[in-house]
């Protein structure tokens, strides 16, 4: 078995870049890859700017103890240039007059008989947005390979480009294999269970164009029609159970016939049965049918392979180091990734069964503890926690 790093590491260099992009509208962009630096043509401000509610000051040289108030400035208008010892009433976001060099936000500000006297020292400068003071002009705002979050549409909508260039999506193959699978909302037969990995995995594939292959039978077959057909369409090629050794998986066996594996079996718990390899010019990737183990391979390999082949910047989820709150004495010979969550002490706990099938220990949990081969876990030592949200 391959240790989870060497694993990892072949997988990500297996990744082909993907060459193909859409020009999307920004209210479509969202969780998109950005396929070029993109350059900002204006600076953020485009001007000089009240940061608060309050009176704009032209201080000159000899600071007096009041100032003259001369005009009113609200966001959107333009003021008047203040001479030394003149006062502008203005508010947030509006235009710094000529010749002002601080302000001073309101609750420090008395006025009385057109006069405006200050309860605060003052600092030049102070409470002023100056131009370019979050981007300038000609910077790169947002590199190749940024996948887009709500900030980042933000600030793309904050330079005025109202479309931008992402990595097209990868088109998906998706399939469930194994007899005693049936689907929600049908009656169960002696020995069948009902197929979660489907609905998960669909769940977690929302970025990508899916082609729900539905479950396949346990037959050796139809198994190797359905991938040859499924591969010379898709991208990626996602199956679920079917890659252990047992007679009624035909899904390795399949895939070798086809094309070729390069990976099967990690010393991870749990996700032991991951396989990967290519049907023609389709990536395949194999996942264990328990539904715990599927979904923490697609977590940590899977999804980095896929933000790979996008040419992603970030392939890796965020790590923390935090303070076990159990104890974990059977040192293994895989690497585990436990179900954790963090308690009110911000410390981890962990659910307390970790079997593969224990689907409940995901929605339960905040993210995986990564145990090391052969370590144990004492009350109060330092682990690593992986939170679920970065691993999207």
């Not at 005693?180 to 990508?208: F, H, K, M, W």
């Not at 895939?255 to 389709?282: M, N, Q, S, T």
Request: include cysteine.
């Amino acid at each position: 078995m391959l240790d989870f790093d060497t694993a990892l590491s072949r997988l990500l260099l297996a990744a082909r870049v993907s060459s193909g992009v859409d020009v999307l509208p920004l209210s479509q962009a969202n969780g998109r890859v950005l396929s070029h630096d993109l350059v900002s043509q204006v600076s953020v401000p485009s001007f000089d700017n009240s940061a608060m509610d309050g009176y704009a000051l032209n201080i000159g040289d000899s600071w007096p103890d009041s100032f003259k108030l001369v005009q009113r400035i609200a966001a959107g208008n333009v003021g008047q240039a203040l001479n030394s010892g003149e006062a502008a009433r203005i508010f947030t976001g509006a235009p710094i007059p000529a010749g002002a060099n601080v302000v001073v936000m309101q609750e420090n500000c008395r006025t009385e008989d057109g006069q405006v006297y200050i309860a605060a020292p003052l600092e030049l400068g102070s409470n002023i947005r100056l131009r370019g003071e979050d981007i300038a002009a000609g910077s790169v705002i947002l590199p190749a390979g940024t996948r887009l979050s709500p900030a980042a549409i933000g600030l793309v909508a904050s330079i005025g480009v109202a479309e931008l260039t992402v990595k097209q999506r990868l088109r998906v193959a998706l399939l469930s294999t194994g007899d005693e699978l049936v689907e929600p909302g049908q009656p169960l037969g002696a020995g069948q269970i009902y197929n979660s990995n489907r609905y998960a995995l669909t769940a977690l594939l929302d970025d990508c164009l899916i082609t729900d292959l539905g479950i396949v039978p346990d037959d050796a077959e139809l198994t190797r029609d359905i991938l040859q057909t499924a591969a010379k369409q898709h991208d990626v090629l996602i199956t679920s159970g079917g890659v252990s050794v047992g007679e009624e998986d035909h899904v390795k066996g399949a895939v070798e016939l086809l094309g070729h594996l390069d990976l099967w079996k990690i010393a991870i718990k749990p996700g032991k049965p991951f396989a990967y390899g290519r049907i023609g010019d389709c990536d395949f990737i194999g996942l264990p049918g328990n539904p715990v183990s599927s979904l923490v391979t697609f977590l940590l390999l899977v999804r980095p392979f896929l933000l790979a082949r996008l040419a992603c910047l970030k392939l890796q989820p965020a790590r923390f180091k935090l303070m076990a709150a159990f104890d974990w004495k059977k040192a293994g010979n895989r690497r585990e990734f436990l179900r954790g969550k963090l308690n009110e002490q911000g410390h981890v706990e962990i659910y307390p069964q970790q079997g593969s099938g224990v689907l409940t220990s995901l929605v339960w949990g905040d993210g995986l503890v990564d145990i090391a081969v052969g370590e144990t876990i004492k009350l109060g030592d330092s682990v690593q926690f992986i939170p679920f949200h970065s691993m999207r």
